[in-house]
């Protein structure tokens, strides 16, 4: 997770960007009955939108390891005007008609079996990756019926593979180039799952009843907020790993926070320093 500038994303537009996604957290079925993902397996799901400004998550909702990506899609809420950029997996043009009607711009993979006709064809900028620019019009069974509107396709050759990536989107305006950008960016929140998972305790949990489940997924989070905070606000350069493991090793150290934040090396302060130290009980 790269710092970036405080309450901004890196691209030139105004408008709020953020992805959407969920990941799978595996829990054994014979402890969590409940939680039945599979036949043999149990799992929950948290779906996360992701803000790009700082790379914080900004709606969190944790389901049934069952529940479809697109199905948990509809229960959020997003003001119009943002760009949300997702997977193959929220592609559902009855959605997509729905957030452009509300003003919801969406960029995402579009399906190799999605049927199309080319409406027009722009204009592709030179010296750059992206091969084709095109407005269209879905043709598929009933897609038509659920999505009228008109879209637009970018067609882009990946810069490490050199294989082709299709974009959809309902943005009209935005460069195309900008466009295969924007879902390059989407990776933030693959990285910000692992380092969620690599850093912190969601992997084992300490209760077993739903509840727990979701009180500590939820701590997690808070967790999580808190060290990017820390991170933001010291002047040294801290990696998150870095940064957990010397505040684990501190937790029982009296000091400053904020100023350990920029001297972590130091030696920690004699306890007969502190006034506490001094009191006489009796």
């Known amino acids: 997770m790269g710092a970036k500038a405080q309450g901004t994303h890196k691209f030139r537009f105004k408008n709020k ?12 079925l014979s402890m969590y009955d409940w939680a039945k993902y599979r036949r043999t397996k149990g799992a929950v799901k948290l779906h996360l939108v992701l803000d790009h400004d700082g790379y914080l998550p900004c709606f969190g909702l944790v389901t049934d390891g069952k529940v479809a990506d697109v199905k948990a899609a509809w229960h ?4 119009p005007g943002t760009i949300v950029v997702d997977d193959r997996g929220y592609n559902d043009y009855r959605l997509f008609a729905d957030w452009t009607e509300a003003g919801i711009y969406f960029v995402t993979r579009m399906k190799d079996n999605a049927l199309f006709e080319i409406v027009e064809e722009h204009a592709v900028p030179q010296n ?24 637009r396709r970018v067609e882009a050759i990946r810069e490490d593979r050199g294989d082709t990536l299709v974009f959809l989107t309902n943005h009209h305006g935005l460069g195309a180039s900008t466009i295969a950008a924007i879902c390059k960016d989407r990776w933030q929140i693959e990285l910000f799952f692992k380092a969620l998972k690599q850093n912190l305790k969601i992997k084992t949990f300490v209760g077993t009843s739903a509840n727990a489940v979701k ?4 701590t ?11 991170q933001r606000s010291s002047r040294y350069g801290w990696s998150l790993a870095n940064l957990v493991a010397l505040l684990r090793m501190n937790l029982f150290t009296h000091r400053d926070l904020m100023a350990w934040l920029d001297e972590s090396f130091t030696m920690p302060p004699h306890q007969q320093d502190h006034l506490q130290a001094m009191l006489a009980f009796t």
């Open 220 to 230: 997690v989070l808070i967790s999580m907020l808190l060290l990017r905070y820390l």
């Open 76 to 79: 959020i809420a997003f003001t």
């Open 17 to 28: 960007l953020v992805s959407l996604d969920s990941t799978v957290i595996d829990l054994c």
């Open 215 to 218: 009180i500590q997924i939820w």
């Open 128 to 151: 750059q990756n992206i091969v084709k620019d095109q407005t269209i019009r879905l043709t598929g069974t009933r897609a038509h019926d659920k999505c009228p509107h008109l879209l």
